[in-house]
T-cell receptor
Framework: DTEVTQTPKHLVMGMTNKKSLKCEQH?????MYWYKQKAKKPPELMFV???????INESVPSRFSPECPNSSLLNLHLHALQPEDSALYLC?????????????????FGAGSRLTVL | RKEVEQDPGPFNVPEGATVAFNCTYS??????FFWYRQDCRKEPKLLMS???SGNEDGRFTAQLNRASQYISLLIRDSKLSDSATYLC???????????FGTGTSLTVIP
């Protein structure tokens, strides 16, 4: 069982819909991430939250809006998406420790939310 | 220049073969190194961390060469179940920036 839980596993939405993806971890990790992954490509970083504050936004369009209500939860609000936004959206977490000993600060992924935009 | 470069393959090898993947990174300040495995339509999962002295886990051996800025993964006695995409991941000192290689596709053939 993954220690990072994502819901829903599958989502189909129209271009005018508003939906949210949710992510939860109880490992005490202080960094949480959203990645987007298209078929046969590596995960592409979207956002990083460190200690509940947005620390990295990789120039993601505003139709994607992240939210970190507390240290265990991470949401991704979706609005007015385009068909090309269809992808696997992966949440991940890590200890987020600067200068960690090699191998100590591991990225743990959730199972992902597979999004289809019609 | 990409932070992390990997040969995308595909690598098609027979069962029992030994196969090696390499990955190069551009930032000499890189702190931590990992190999992840990703099965089709699943999330990436940590295969092993890579330590400076090299490390082994069963049939898998990972090595780090800081001078040449590359890491490697060696799989001995390949099994059908090893078929997957192998992702090289590198982090900086900040601890929350993980850079992914493009992934190397491995298919082990009966």
């Amino acid at each position: 069982d993954t220690e990072v839980t994502q819901t829903p596993k599958h989502l189909v939405m129209g271009m005018t819909n508003k939906k949210s993806l949710k992510c939860e971890q109880h490992m005490g990790h202080r960094a949480m991430y959203w990645y987007k992954q298209k078929a046969k490509k590596p995960p592409e970083l979207m956002f990083v939250y460190s200690y509940e504050k947005l620390s990295i936004n990789e120039s993601v369009p505003s139709r994607f809006s992240p939210e970190c209500p507390n240290s265990s939860l991470l949401n991704l609000h979706l609005h007015a998406l385009q068909p090309e936004d269809s992808a696997l959206y992966l949440c991940a977490s890590s200890q987020g420790i600067a200068g960690a000993i090699s191998g100590a600060n591991v990225l743990t992924f959730g199972a992902g939310s597979r999004l289809t935009v019609l | 220049r990409k932070e992390v470069e990997q040969d995308p393959g595909p690598f098609n090898v027979p069962e029992g073969a030994t196969v090696a993947f390499n990955c190069t990174y551009s930032n000499s300040a890189s702190q931590s190194f990992f190999w992840y495995r990703q099965d089709c339509r699943k999330e990436p999962k940590l295969l092993m961390s890579v330590y400076s002295s090299g490390n082994e886990d069963g049939r898998f051996t990972a090595q780090l060469n800081r001078a040449s800025q590359y890491i490697s993964l060696l799989i001995r006695d390949s099994k059908l179940s090893d078929s997957a995409t192998y992702l090289c991941v590198v982090t900086l000192y900040t601890g929350n920036q993980f850079y992914f290689g493009t992934g190397t596709s491995l298919t082990v053939i009966p």
